[in-house]
């Protein structure tokens, strides 16, 4: 049964979901980066690398990157584990995959990279000390089915970590809500041309689960010590949690 989910503010099939993901992700790759820039005034370079920080990660780790498009964060986690250690740049978009893998290698980064659903990963269990996903998990359509995954493939000890767009502190939300369905369109049509993906971009982060209903996700799905860090009131949250 193809259940119904939500692109945005719309009911779709989760067939649905999945392929018109695929085709916001198809037509911003060559731009991502410099959207992020623009969009974030850099500062998403910021919550990366505070999050590889606060993964504690070691010489020697072995580091699952999930969604990890263009390949900022696999490159963080490759300077923390050196190369005793590895980094698997993971993302379901072929597009947003070969863009990271190319960006990567001509930064002198021979990280392997592997195209696959973060629903369903093709590892062992217990496969790996640290399993991160940034700015990744609102487009999943079961993200309980995924956090459960990430649990699965984490060795006891592990620790995933879940940078994502948030709910900010009430106050700042009209001129957060003013600048998400004004400014972040208008940026996608002028510099990505595409001012639709961008548009469900800002409805995207209001309809994933808030830091306390994304805390409870993860403890049903297995983890344990969930601790929530907001960044910039709330813009963004990073979640952390082991597997023992």
């Not at 009430?170 to 993906?197: H, I, K, Q, T």
């Not at 969930?226 to 597997?243: D, K, P, S």
């Amino acid at each position: 049964m193809n259940e119904s989910t939500h692109f945005g503010y719309q009911q779709v099939s989760a067939d649905e979901k999945r392929r018109r993901v695929r085709g916001v992700f198809d037509s911003v790759a060559t731009r991502y980066d410099v959207m992020n820039d623009l969009m974030s005034a850099g500062l998403h370079r910021w919550w990366k690398r505070f999050t590889v920080t606060a993964s504690g990660a070691r010489k020697g780790m072995r580091v699952l990157d999930l969604a990890g498009g263009t390949g900022d964060m696999a490159r963080l986690f490759a300077d923390a584990v050196g190369p005793e250690g590895s980094v698997l740049l993971t993302d379901i978009n072929g597009s947003m995959l070969a863009c990271g893998r190319d960006k990567l290698l001509d930064n002198g980064y021979a990280i392997d990279a592997v195209q696959c659903d973060a629903e369903r990963l093709p590892f062992p269990d217990r496969s790996f000390d640290r399993v991160s996903i940034a700015f990744g998990l609102r487009n999943v359509t079961h993200k309980e089915v995924a956090l459960a995954e990430m649990a699965r493939v984490l060795r006891p000890g592990g620790m995933v970590l879940v940078l994502e767009f948030s709910q900010i502190w009430e106050p700042l939300r009209p001129a957060y809500d003013w600048y998400s369905f004004n400014v972040l369109p208008a940026l996608g049509r002028a510099v990505a041309r595409d001012a639709e993906s961008y548009r469900y971009l800002a409805e995207s982060i209001r309809m994933h689960p808030d830091q306390d209903t994304l805390k409870t996700m993860m403890e049903q799905a297995g983890f344990d010590g969930v601790e929530v860090t907001n960044l910039l009131a709330g813009v963004v949250a990073l979640h952390r949690a082991f597997v023992y």
